[in-house]
Structure formats: structure tokens, C-alpha cells
């Protein structure tokens, strides 16, 4: 009796190193996947190269080498066209909501952007509305301005904006270390209750090993552009196996419990 085989990964990023033009290199042939559906926290102190490894997997930078594979298919660098079904099926949270949304538009016109960029029919006007409630913000919001709005309002609006295409895979850079310690539990069970809702899978990038464990299963390692370490949240935190890992430990900020 054979047992069931692993789902395909929804996201590979394999081999992947990466340089600036300068020549210095910032990744050091990087694997990793995510399943679909799946949560995986990506830490390491900062210059470790996590931001880089979430932009290659954005498709906002070309590895040097290796590939990146979205549903088994390489992900094409550099051309915008043939990224469109990517971008409907991944989307990303930037660790500063206000800079992330353009204060000249309301905030209904900037939930619906990725609608009109990504040709996605239907009421976009009832869509906004139902993307405002899904992240505990009234209608009336998207007639108002970003500025009008608090740090984690924002960082929600920001999150109904990427929840707009119907994204199967969220890639969040550090997506609360700007808010307050309060507002940060509410984003994090926001973050949680649509996964749980959803199905949505997550690439997050944290220096926040608190945060890495209330939302991901899995934790992955990076110290100088290297995958050191990588398993089950709980296993990877309580013991660590690699000597990096048991700095960051005792060293990485953590959210107060």
C-alpha cells in the first residue's frame, strides 16, 4: 500500500543565486518550494539576502542563475506580458502600507487597480465593497484618501488591494513590523483567518520569530545569501540544528506575547 504523494509545489525557486551589476553576489543557489496552500517563513538577519529572494520570486529581478517555477512552468524574467497570469495568481504585501498606496488615489480606485491592469471583469464597485468588509474596513472607506487612515488601516487596505485578483499565493516582506505591537496581533489574525478561509499560501519574510510562528508551518534559514536551515516551524525554533539559527534565537526581536 503506497501512501499519498505529495502535492505538486505551487511556487519553486531552484539553484538560485543572484548578483548586483556591481558583481556582488547576494544569493548563493537557493532552493526552496512552496505547496499550495502553504505558509513558509523566510528569516535570517537583515543583508541576509531575504528581500532579494522575494523579489526574484516576484518576478521584479532576474536570478543570475537558476529557475523559478510557478505551477511546474518557468516564470519568463523581464517580460511583463507573459507575467500577467503570475501576477493575478501572486501577489505581494510590502512592509509600508502608505508608500505602497498612491495617496492621489482613493482608496476604493486603488483596490481595484490590479482589477483594470489585469483585465479582470465583473462589478468592481460590489468587488471593493466586498474586499473592504473581508478586511474589517466599512464601505465608505473607498470614497476616502490613504492619508485619512491609521498605520494598520492601511496595512488592510493594502491587503484587500492584493486580495483583488483572487491571488493563490501572498509574498509579504516584513508585513507588520511598521504597525504597533496592538495593531500587529489584529493584522496577524487577519493574516491567518484568510488562510484559513482561503486556502492562500504565503512567503513571508519576518524578522519576527513570533510572527513566523503564528503564521507559517515551515521556516526557512538564510545567512549570507544561503539556505542554512529549513523545517517545521516548531522543530526549527525549539531545536534549532544549525548554529546561525541558535544566534537568531537569541538575538531577533520578538513580538511580545
Known amino acids: 500500500m503506497t501512501g499519498t504523494a505529495a502535492p505538486a509545489p505551487i511556487l519553486s ?113 460590489a468587488r471593493v465593497a466586498a474586499l473592504l468588509a473581508d478586511v474589517g474596513l466599512p464601505a465608505d472607506a473607498a470614497g476616502r484618501y490613504p492619508e485619512a487612515f491609521s498605520g494598520g488601516q492601511r496595512q488592510r487596505i493594502a491587503i484587500a488591494r492584493a486580495l483583488a485578483p483572487g491571488p493563490r499565493l501572498l509574498l509579504a516582506d516584513e508585513p507588520v513590523s511598521a504597525l504597533d505591537t496592538s495593531v500587529r496581533l489584529q493584522v496577524i489574525e487577519l493574516f491567518q483567518r484568510l488562510a484559513a478561509e482561503r486556502g492562500i499560501g ?26 542554512v536551515e529549513e523545517g517545521p516551524t516548531a522543530d526549527v525554533l525549539s531545536r534549532p540544528a544549525h548554529p546561525y539559527t541558535a544566534r537568531l534565537l537569541t538575538s531577533v526581536p520578538r513580538l511580545p506575547r
Do not use: W
Request: proline residues 8%.
Open 13 to 125: 525557486l531552484e539553484n538560485i543565486a543572484f548578483a548586483y551589476r556591481s558583481g556582488r553576489p547576494v544569493l548563493h543557489d537557493v532552493s526552496l518550494a512552496l505547496a499550495p496552500g502553504e505558509s513558509v517563513g523566510l528569516v535570517g538577519e537583515s543583508g541576509a539576502g531575504k528581500t532579494s529572494l522575494l523579489r526574484v520570486a516576484l518576478g521584479l529581478q532576474a536570478p543570475t542563475s537558476g529557475t523559478v517555477r510557478f505551477d511546474g512552468t518557468p516564470l519568463p524574467p523581464g517580460r511583463r506580458a507573459s507575467l500577467r497570469d503570475y501576477r493575478r495568481a501572486v501577489q505581494p504585501v510590502y512592509q509600508d502600507p502608505f508608500s505602497s498606496l498612491d495617496p492621489r488615489m482613493t482608496v476604493g480606485d486603488s483596490i481595484a487597480e490590479p482589477l483594470r491592469s489585469l483585465g479582470i471583469p465583473g462589478d468592481r464597485r
Open 202 to 227: 504565503m512567503l513571508l519574510v519576518s524578522h519576527d520569530l513570533t510572527v513566523v510562528a503564528a503564521l507559517c508551518a515551515r521556516v526557512a534559514v538564510l545567512e549570507g545569501g544561503r539556505l
